[in-house]
DNA sequence: CTGAAAGCGCTTACAG
DNA sequence: CTGAAAGCGCTTACAG
């Protein structure tokens, strides 16, 4: 702990330089002791000889103060260094200019890029739109406790952002009055009344079927996970109608749940393979399957693409820098957490329409796939 | 927006049941007006028939309430659903019980993996502790504008820890007299007096370089990164150190910068095998380099590990599922962001002491490096 | 156009 | 062991 009785430098510095040489003396009640607590409104108040309403006014930018008023105000405020106390702000205006940011309560959530990307945009537009961003995990006791409500009951937030939700979060519901703002980011729920902005998963999966099947590829495995995420399921579907619209049989044993992860897409690409060894094409709900499923596909002495195609989902960073480099639907994760985040602010702000926003994705042709081998 | 007249349901029929049939009417001041308005203090003392003061300090667990009050107001609290303002907490404590996370002004740094490992290890042990956590990006403006020591002066934070912080960063030197609390988290700086958990970098370094001499390894490349980090400038270091202690010639044409990214990591090991067509071994600063060096091997036709072997460095969760599977330094990041933040907490509560942690490292061997080939 | 005063919902000396 | 009152640092009607 640093001497007590000491002057310190920095703000108090910049503050003392406020009484200019042959100025009177100000008639700020701050004192010596004074020195290490931050300056307030009130003492740039004493130092403008102004109330502390109009020094407050000033801040807030309000309208009736007169243009000189506030131009000759607000250099004292920037002279003094002066940092309103947001606390007491928050307290008075009842808004407190945090957004939440809710991840699943999966093990390292942060380390993964899909969250990361959406997390990125929502930052970033947050920032701009002069909001902070508060992180929460939605853990069983967490939403046991309502705590999803506490936040706000608290004053913790203003509103809140939820990413990789799906059907059980049934905590979700709570939200559908609107009493409380809510975005969804990146999934869409029928059963309550949410705000949301997400990726077009069913276009990208058409886009995906359409080039398998104009590759001549028949036999087309599925790579799926989490079907209770209504995107996840979506994407499922597209891959089971358009084979079906082909003329083909569409059986349960062509798709395997993979999880999400690496080895849950090696594990899945080895059994739908071992089932269905006429195989020649793999279309994986993500990257990170599709990449264990290249790596059990290299294990095993099958070629990519040469003899089996494999197709990912998402377009993340290392998709292109893995061999051969991967086919992939590209997500706009960033755009898609930065909208969901200006649309969440609306609501805060007042606005009383739902919104439901759905950007478009794109099929991106790179190495893993070729036309269906002859077999 | 909903219809104001009518009362709502959720907490306030909680409230309303706290008066029994049969008891005399609250004494609360509360009105069918403020049907919507959160349950305060007021209220609860009111319904207990005691001060705010005791009711405050029931919440604060002050010793000098009976046991029986305690239990008897703490139950009225539970029953009524009461949350404290903690704006309102904040502003008279002096503490916010939050805590800032600052990363580096990259583009999309949150779909790291390597800082997403390092929140996720922050969140969970700030979860624990009570403490909430605030996302700060260190772009130029905010530095510049003092925003790093703003968001102390204007109560957002209790504390700040930093990540991927550099010795350009010099904003860190205002936190180097211990005024506001702050953590350097997997990294260290000798020029500011800073508390820092990082992990053994320079003990990892020792391990991969140890492990390719006796593999035979004897012209090896090192694919570098960000040498202003002083971490990263470790392993650089201990890569020089133990070639020439092992009567190699060290010379900066074996060491190329490969920007910490995959495409980096491909451009670094392409210029560093036409520079010196017989190496046999790439040391790279992170996983990601790695796996771009792997990526340029593969499409030059070079085998790996037959004739280059590759290590990594950071252990990311891909790292044992490309193919080959990549030999690497596991680091503990997720313990790292969890002590950082666990010694930031210990300042905020009046810790003196400056602390420096460092976690150890060690190899995992997989399937990317082999004995060296002769040539 | 500006000021005095009440209020936001807590905590914390200070009395008793 | 508990209460009355001041205070945290702002905003916002309400006067003038």
Redo the contacts between chains.
Sequence with gaps: ??DTTLP?S??RVIAAKATEPGEPRSTSRRTFDDARK?ISLRDVAAEAKVSVATVSMVLNDNPRISRATHLRISRIIERMGY??????Q??SSRY?R?LGVMLPAL???????Y???L??GI?DRA?KMGF??????A?PEFVKERKH??IF????VDGLLVLGMNDRHHFLE?FA???YPLCVVDNKFNQWKLDHAVCDYAGGAEQVMNYLLQLGHRHIGCIYAAPEIQTAADVLHVYRKRLGDSGHEVDDSWAQDGRFT??GG?AAAAALLKRHPEITALFCGND?MA??A??YL??AGIRVPEEVSVVGFDNM??A????P?LTTVHLPL?QVGALACERLIDRVRGR?ERVAEVLPTHLVVRNSTAMARQS
């Excluded at 940092?83 to 007491?88: D, G, I, K, V």
């Excluded at 009951?153 to 913790?156: A, G, I, L």
């Excluded at 292109?320 to 061999?323: G, Q, S």
């Design positions: 702990m640093s310190r920095t703000s931050p940092q309103p106390n947001r606390l007491a928050s307290l407190t945090v093990r390292h959530a942060f380390a993964d890029a969250f990361g990307e997390i990125s930052c920032g902070k961003i508060m992180l929460e995990q853990k409500i506490h009951e608290r004053r913790y709570d009055d609107g009493r690496d080895e090696a990170k990449i264990g290249q790596h290299a294990n960073q290392n292109a820098f893995v061999t480099s960033y009383a």
